[in-house]
């Protein structure tokens, strides 16, 4: 009986829609786009889709002016430093809402928890979990849930694209995530290290391109939104804001007598003399267009670094990695662009040889999965 109803209820929705759950809604900049990516790629496909709107509320608070639900020294001075900067806090806040709203196609309800969705699945012929850290079930992943592992009754087809795990050598949840996984119909993560981990637990699985990846300069440039930069600038792209490395963006500005733009409102830079810029995802876009040098430490930083074609440098903290950025720049042979921010920048040796054969090699095997994962789908 209970299966029955479940048909019928389907009944009432368009055949071949396909949901996709991941972050989309985080006020960061690798998160809209990615979203946006993935989604554009899928409906190329010839696919239906829409952004499962799954908003929980850690999320949203995460992203307020003020987070009360974290007492930290850093919190507070962060939330000292949104209360000061309070106007242009909330002008970048509505630059996102606005891009959510106007660029992804999204279900009409807001879902607040894993329950809702729960509820509402059956209207999707397949759900595709990715990208972003929706795998990742590590403290520092506050907006983590076990709805983006589909840890509920579904009757659809199961994919994952492009999911980040984060450390996969410390996961003490590792029993729940892999039997959860294992349900999946198609796996694909991003990372080699995650995709090696599965195969050793006797998981099928394929690494695939970050979505941003999937689609090209011509594209992305479709979405740009004009930002008004009258003079030539550096961008700093830091989610967290190094100091180190905000520092030795400071120094590169000097060098080339170009001021350093932010487009991320932190307490780390106070002092530092980089100038805040708002801007949502379709300005940053223009902002790393338009820039005459690259410094990040962001994988989709890094990404879009490289797809503009950008003077740029990846920076690491020094004696840290990045599997990310790593596995990124060692496939496209841009190993270069990684450098630890105790280093002093030489602009001359970080012009962009993008390999573009290469890179159309990776985006057509990472089509192909989505395309074989998706096949079929009624």
């Known amino acids: 009986m209970e299966t029955r109803k479940k048909c019928l209820a389907r009944k009432i929705y368009e055949v071949n829609m396909t949901g996709t759950l991941t972050f989309h809604a985080p006020h960061n900049y690798g998160s809209s786009l990615q979203s946006y990516a993935l989604q554009q790629k899928i409906m190329q496909l010839g696919y239906k889709n829409e952004i499962i709107n799954f908003r929980p509320h850690a999320q949203k608070t995460m992203y307020s002016l003020i987070d009360c639900e974290r007492l930290a020294p850093g919190t507070i001075l962060k939330n000292i430093d949104n209360l000061i900067h309070c106007r242009k806090f909330l002008k970048r806040k509505a630059m996102f809402e606005k891009f959510i709203a106007q660029k992804l196609k999204k279900s009409d309800e807001t879902w607040l928890d894993m329950k809702q969705t729960e509820e509402r699945a059956e209207k999707y012929s397949a759900i595709i979990c990715g990208s972003d850290q929706i795998w990742n079930r590590g403290e520092t992943t506050r907006d983590r849930s076990w709805a983006y592992y589909l840890d509920f009754p ?165 004696g840290h990695k990045d599997d990310r950025r790593t596995s990124l720049l060692n496939a496209l042979n841009l190993e270069k662009h990684i450098i630890e921010s105790n280093e002093v920048i030489d602009p001359e040796k970080f012009n962009c040889e993008l390999d573009k054969t290469k890179l159309k090699q990776l985006r057509a095997a990472s089509e192909e999965f989505l395309s074989k994962a998706l096949e079929g789908i009624s």
């Not at 729940?176 to 993560?189: A, H, N, P, R, T």
């Not at 963006?249 to 733009?261: H, I, Q, S, W």
């Not at 530092?272 to 790393?288: M, Y």
Request: with cysteine; glycine share 6%.
């Open 154 to 318: 579904y009757n659809g087809r199961r994919i994952s694209y492009a999911p980040s795990m984060g450390n996969t050598s410390e996961m003490p949840e590792e029993d729940k995530q892999l039997e959860l996984i294992g349900k999946f119909d198609f796996v694909s993560v991003r990372e080699k290290p995650a995709c090696d981990y599965l195969k050793s637990r006797g998981i099928n699985c394929t690494q695939v391109l970050d979505p941003t990846l999937l689609l090209d300069k011509e594209e992305w440039m479709k979405i740009e939104e004009k930002i008004l930069v009258n003079e030539p600038y550096i961008l700093f792209y830091s989610i967290n804001c190094n100091r180190q490395a905000a520092l030795q963006a400071v120094e590169l500005g000097k060098m080339l007598g170009l001021k350093v733009l932010c487009p991320v409102l932190h307490p780390r830079l106070w002092g530092t003399g980089i100038q805040f810029i708002e801007a949502g995802p379709g300005e940053f876009l223009s902002l790393v267009h338009h820039a005459k040098f690259v410094c990040t430490n962001s994988f989709h930083g890094t990404v879009f670094s490289l797809l503009y074609e950008k003077p740029f440098v990846s920076t690491l903290n020094a």
